[in-house]
């Protein structure tokens, strides 16, 4: 149960909030230049646990608004003070999600303002296994390419660009099938407890090793810069080879 609680995407189900700091104030994209943001919706898998106290997978969504502003000089991630929170270790995860995979597409993040609220009342979301799909879309809205239905994705982004492993990958599957969603992408990289499970019917997985696989995944569109970002990718490949 423990695993859970370090490794997964987890929600309190019994509604506690942070206090303290990492609630930032922002005006919300409706009342700041409404014409000049992007929105969307994003599914994303997490586990919680049942009132038995066993883990079970979940489905649920945030929104992630999106605008490019010339003449700043650094990334804006901003998260949503409610109706749900972000921890503090959520909230620093998807800011280095989004560098490490904008780095890996060849894209440089410093005019991005991404606003993220979770519009789940008195909940937390803890652990870093949205990050993957939150960098993904983010990547997705800053070259204008949508999403495809009913394809949801768990994972967390490496600095070097990988997707990472990440806890409860049956127990995500499972949810996603309940919900009808037919292709759910995942980490290549699995822990050991996650590597064997029965593929849903009629539902496929697909094992991804880097963001560039997973964009070309949940977009259907290559990156035009995927040529000289798997050059980085080798390069550091060939270093971490080399210190070893």
Not at 80 to 90: A, I, L, Q, R, Y
Request: proline letters at 7%.
């Amino acid at each position: 149960m423990h695993h859970f609680m370090r490794t997964a995407c987890v929600f309190s189900i019994l509604a506690w909030s942070i206090s303290g700091g990492w609630a930032f104030s922002f005006p919300q994209p409706a009342v700041a230049e409404q014409h000049h943001w992007q929105k969307q919706s994003v599914t994303f898998l997490g586990t919680t646990f049942d009132p038995n106290s066993e883990p079970i997978g979940i489905v649920t969504e945030l929104d992630i608004s999106f605008r490019k502003q010339e003449g700043q000089e650094a990334l804006n991630v901003t998260f949503s003070s409610g109706p749900g929170k972000f921890s503090p270790f959520t909230q620093v995860a998807i800011q280095s999600g989004i560098v490490s995979a904008a780095r890996m597409a060849g894209l440089d993040p410093k005019t991005w303002n991404v606003f993220l609220t979770f519009p789940s009342p008195g909940v937390t979301i803890y652990g870093d296994s949205l990050t993957a799909m939150v960098s993904v879309v983010t990547l997705a809205m800053a070259n204008d390419n949508p999403i495809l239905l009913n394809r949801v994705m768990t994972g967390k982004v490496t600095p070097d660009g990988h997707i990472g492993a990440v806890g409860g990958i049956p127990l995500k599957i499972q949810a996603a099938y309940a919900e009808h969603i037919s292709r759910v992408i995942i980490p290549d990289d699995r822990l050991p407890e996650d590597n064997e499970w029965q593929t849903p019917f009629l539902m496929q997985i697909s094992p991804v090793n880097t963001v560039l696989q997973a964009y070309q995944m949940l977009t259907g569109t290559t990156l035009s810069s995927a040529k000289n970002a798997t050059g980085l990718m080798v390069q550091n490949f060939n270093e971490r080879q080399g210190r070893n």
